[in-house]
């Protein structure tokens, strides 16, 4: 597969609205998106993935303790045409569901700030999604499993499309990655109380939803996450 003009992906966003409390409680005293990995803040390796994907025009949520965040974009994203929205919001999909509305028109790829991988893994991955049909959704997803709370997902390996979320059977988890069409489904009235909801949603009601597979993804809510990802960006720059 190849990406087509519709298809391709020139847009993204970066969800940063947390509140990191399990790292202050490790004794992180920064907002969590300026939690230092491999001496850089996570917001540095988000965007740091994001231009070398050759992704200029990004959305980014930050809630409204992380001024230290704010300060950082002003000084260091100024090559970049960004929009930011300060904003504490309730949960994840609040946050996921404020930045589509944002990037609506257009192919979109979010993720959360606290997702750290190989720059040339989300190279890959917005690569084979810009290469689904142009009305899917695409997740990233891992063997690796390092979220207290794993959302897990199974894959139809014929055609990799998700075939269902939740069942740890499946031997994979989301990785904090997502690729949104231009169209949209309409959600319900009601909307969903965590993006894990929303997700679920999707794949139950039929919606075409993909899954790329990536190597090793770290998701960044303890001290011993950050040590973890650290030993393994060492060891992949290693000569």
């Known amino acids: 597969m190849s990406a087509t003009a519709e298809r391709r992906i020139c847009q993204g966003g970066i969800i940063a609205a947390g509140d990191g409390t399990r790292l202050r409680a490790d004794g992180c005293r920064s907002s969590k998106p300026m939690a230092a990995v491999g001496g850089r803040p996570l917001i540095a390796h988000s965007l740091e993935r994001f231009r070398a994907s050759g992704i200029r025009r990004l959305c980014v949520i930050i809630n409204e ?6 300060q950082w974009l002003a000084a260091n994203a100024g090559d970049l045409e960004l929009d930011l929205v300060v904003k ?20 979109a790829v ?40 794993p959302l897990w997902a199974t ?10 979320l939740g069942d740890p059977a499946g031997g994979l988890v989301t ?24 997700l679920d ?10 899954g790329i597979v990536l190597d090793r993804v770290f998701d960044i809510d303890r001290a011993r996450d950050i040590a973890a990802a650290e030993l393994a960006l060492r060891e992949s720059s290693a000569p």
């Open 88 to 107: 504490s919001t309730p949960s994840s999909y609040v946050s996921f569901r404020l930045i589509a509305e944002r990037l609506a028109g257009a192919p």
């Open 155 to 164: 894959l139809d390996n014929g055609n990799g499309r998700i075939a269902r």
């Open 201 to 210: 949603w999707l794949v139950t009601e039929g919606h075409p939803v993909y």
């Open 110 to 149: 979010i993720t959360t700030v606290d997702s750290i991988l190989p720059t040339a893994s989300f190279a890959r991955f917005v690569e084979g999604a810009a290469a689904f049909p142009a009305e899917a959704f695409v997740l990233g997803l891992t063997d690796h499993v390092a979220d207290e709370k």
């Open 175 to 198: 990785a904090g990655l997502y690729a949104l069409p231009t169209r949209r489904p309409v959600e319900p009235a009601t909307g969903f109380a965590r993006l894990r909801d929303y």
């Open 65 to 70: 303790q992380s001024e230290d965040c704010r």
